[in-house]
């Protein structure tokens, strides 16, 4: 009821995560604040920063929705017609947006002093709202891939069959969709037709067994008899953390999809699509020695704390990174003791927007929280260690590590198959099928999956979220 009075419909995304209705209930409270609550950007900007965001991953669905939200607010129809439409002031927001959604890590205080300084210049209020809306966005198009929902029958595509029809069945894999692979054209906001790169496509899971859920059990069960007695070493924990997230890069994105139904829209609001997400642990690996001598810079599950040591930190500024491309080594690791959202990035947010930060927190701590105490058809489970490895998996693909966690822990209870779908559903979502949602978790509830890509949304929200705020706090001292 709460949803339906709100958005004046019962749309799919509350549908979906009303199998978890303490969960829905924080979402529905965040996002109605952000969107309508008050802050420091007019209600027409909020909603065209959303259809901005959400068209890095060609989300129809939210570009669809924001786009009735943006006309009954008010907003000119004339902005619609792409991003060469909209206020200068918005469009140049779009570097930020582009990399947010895709490689957050390069976020530096240059990107924030570019929107602060000169003519249609932002506050520093408008550019946290912004950024919250923009992280906001991103992370959801993740959940509405990763959770197939299609689209509201009122909206452009809504009565339409998608035209990968077959991507999306139970059936095994013809040959055309193993070749699917090949680059997608898509309308930019020029009106030109560019290639989205493909990644190379995944080995298919087809026929990889699962463990099953008493297997895993007993691995968690395992894992919390060892852990009472068995101490590791820091240097071993980090070259856990680090073999970890070079297997993250060893494993394919799912393959591009081919649908071309909604291009023309979709490209309006997409400027170089080109750029998409690259492995964290690529653009670390040099031949000047290895990361763990590199400059740390710490980021925390929730909370944070920036420390003196960012100080005399190279600044990733755009004509090193454009000099430096794929030779990135001094990116630093975001390290969880040194820096989280508890400590700073939470009272960061919340001076610059107000109050938003209570709000994220709630939000961020339920979805980690959630538990019935359920796994499958068994009772009574301890499903902590498990919630932990998708979690620190998630923000480890965007470089960001919890130093007191054994990175062990990821490989002994996320299946191959899990790790796979959850990058693709982190880092490429519009790639996700159902047939990937449905061969992973196979013993799990529906409910159970929803809660996976439940974390998936906010754990990757608050990565973006910690870089932006580095980012910020970098360029306010």
Same mark, same amino acid.
């Given at each position: 009821?709460?949803?339906?009075?709100?958005?004046?419909?019962?749309?799919?995304?509350?549908?979906?995560?009303?199998?978890?209705?303490?969960?829905?209930?924080? #979402?529905?409270?965040?996002?109605?604040?952000?969107?309508?609550?008050?802050?420091?950007?007019?209600?027409?900007?909020?909603?065209?920063?959303?259809?901005?965001?959400?068209?890095?991953?060609?989300?129809?669905?939210?570009?669809?929705?924001?786009?009735?939200?943006?006309?009954?607010?008010?907003?000119?129809?004339?902005?619609?017609?792409?991003?060469?439409?909209?206020?200068?002031?918005?469009?140049?927001?779009?570097?930020?947006?582009?990399?947010?959604?895709?490689?957050?890590?390069?976020?530096?205080?240059?990107?924030?002093?570019?929107?602060?300084?000169?003519?249609?210049?932002?506050?520093?209020?408008?550019?946290?709202?912004?950024?919250?809306?923009?992280?906001?966005?991103?992370?959801?198009?993740?959940?509405? #891939?990763?959770?197939?929902?299609?689209?509201?029958?009122?909206?452009?595509?809504?009565?339409?069959?998608?035209?990968?029809?077959?991507?999306?069945?139970?059936?095994?894999?013809?040959?055309?969709?193993?070749?699917?692979?090949?680059?997608?054209?898509?309308?930019?906001?020029?009106?030109?037709?560019?290639?989205?790169?493909?990644?190379?496509?995944?080995?298919?899971?087809?026929?990889? &067994?699962?463990?099953?859920?008493?297997?895993?059990?007993?691995?968690?069960?395992?894992?919390?008899?060892?852990?009472?007695?068995?101490?590791?070493? &820091?240097?071993?924990?980090?070259?856990?953390?680090?073999?970890?997230?070079?297997?993250?890069?060893?494993?394919?994105?799912?393959?591009?999809?081919?649908?071309?139904?909604?291009?023309?829209?979709?490209?309006?609001?997409?400027?170089?699509?080109?750029?998409?997400? &690259?492995?964290?642990?690529?653009?670390?690996?040099?031949?000047?020695?290895?990361?763990?001598?590199?400059?740390?810079?710490?980021?925390?599950?929730?909370?944070?704390?920036?420390?003196?040591?960012? &100080?005399?930190?190279?600044?990733?500024?755009?004509?090193?990174?454009?000099?430096?491309?794929?030779?990135?080594?001094?990116?630093?690791?975001?390290?969880?003791?040194?820096?989280?959202?508890?400590?700073?990035?939470?009272?960061?947010?919340?001076?610059?927007?107000?109050?938003?930060?209570?709000?994220?927190?709630?939000?961020?701590?339920?979805?980690?929280?959630?538990?019935?105490?359920?796994?499958?058809?068994?009772?009574?489970?301890?499903?902590?260690?498990?919630?932990?490895?998708?979690?620190?998996?998630?923000?480890?693909?965007f470089g960001i590590r919890h130093d007191d966690y054994d990175y062990n822990e990821v490989n002994q209870l996320?299946?191959?198959?899990?790790?796979?779908?959850?990058?693709?559903?982190?880092?490429?979502?519009?790639?996700?099928?159902?047939?990937?949602?449905?061969?992973?978790?196979?013993?799990?509830?529906?409910?159970?999956?929803?809660?996976?890509?439940?974390?998936?949304l906010e754990a990757r929200m608050q990565a973006e979220l910690l870089y932006a705020l580095r980012a910020v706090?970098?360029?306010?001292?």
């Open positions: 009821m709460d949803a339906f009075l709100q958005n004046n419909r019962l749309d799919h995304v509350s549908r979906v995560m009303a199998s978890h209705p303490t969960y829905l209930e924080h #979402f529905l409270r965040t996002q109605h604040f952000i969107l309508r609550g008050d802050g420091p950007l007019p209600y027409d900007y909020r909603h065209l920063i959303a259809i901005m965001a959400a068209g890095r991953h060609q989300c129809s669905y939210l570009i669809n929705l924001q786009k009735g939200e943006f006309i009954l607010q008010g907003g000119d129809p004339s902005w619609l017609q792409g991003l060469k439409s909209i206020p200068e002031k918005l469009q140049d927001l779009y570097e930020i947006n582009k990399i947010l959604a895709h490689r957050p890590w390069l976020l530096n205080k240059t990107h924030i002093e570019k929107l602060t300084k000169g003519t249609d210049s932002w506050s520093l209020a408008e550019v946290v709202h912004a950024i919250v809306l923009l992280a906001h966005f991103h992370s959801l198009s993740s959940f509405v #891939f990763s959770c197939g929902i299609n689209e509201e029958l009122d909206n452009v595509a809504g009565h339409h069959y998608k035209q990968n029809v077959q991507d999306n069945s139970n059936n095994l894999p013809t040959a055309k969709d193993k070749i699917s692979s090949s680059p997608k054209k898509i309308l930019n906001g020029d009106g030109k037709t560019e290639t989205m790169p493909s990644p190379p496509s995944s080995p298919s899971i087809v026929g990889e &067994q699962e463990v099953g859920v008493e297997a895993l059990m007993e691995r968690m069960k395992r894992l919390s008899e060892k852990s009472e007695s068995y101490q590791i070493t &820091q240097e071993e924990l980090s070259k856990r953390f680090e073999t970890v997230e070079t297997q993250s890069a060893e494993l394919a994105a799912a393959p591009q999809r081919s649908s071309s139904v909604l291009d023309s829209d979709i490209g309006h609001f997409i400027e170089d699509p080109t750029f998409i997400y &690259q492995d964290f642990a690529k653009l670390t690996d040099s031949a000047t020695g290895p990361r763990s001598k590199l400059p740390s810079l710490s980021v925390p599950f929730l909370g944070a704390r920036f420390e003196s040591t960012l &100080q005399g930190e190279t600044e990733l500024t755009d004509e090193y990174l454009s000099s430096s491309r794929g030779q990135l080594n001094d990116i630093p690791t975001f390290r969880v003791q040194d820096y989280s959202w508890d400590d700073h990035g939470y009272s960061l947010v919340n001076r610059l927007y107000n109050d938003v930060g209570y709000l994220l927190d709630d939000k961020f701590k339920t979805a980690y929280n959630l538990t019935y105490y359920t796994m499958g058809t068994h009772n009574k489970v301890d499903t902590s260690r498990f919630r932990r490895a998708i979690w620190n998996y998630i923000q480890c693909m996320l299946e191959r198959s899990l790790k796979t779908f959850i990058k693709s559903a982190v880092c490429y979502p519009e790639r996700v099928t159902k047939r990937d949602y449905d061969r992973v978790m196979r013993e799990f509830k529906h409910s159970e999956k929803v809660h996976v890509n439940l974390m998936i706090m970098r360029y306010m001292t």
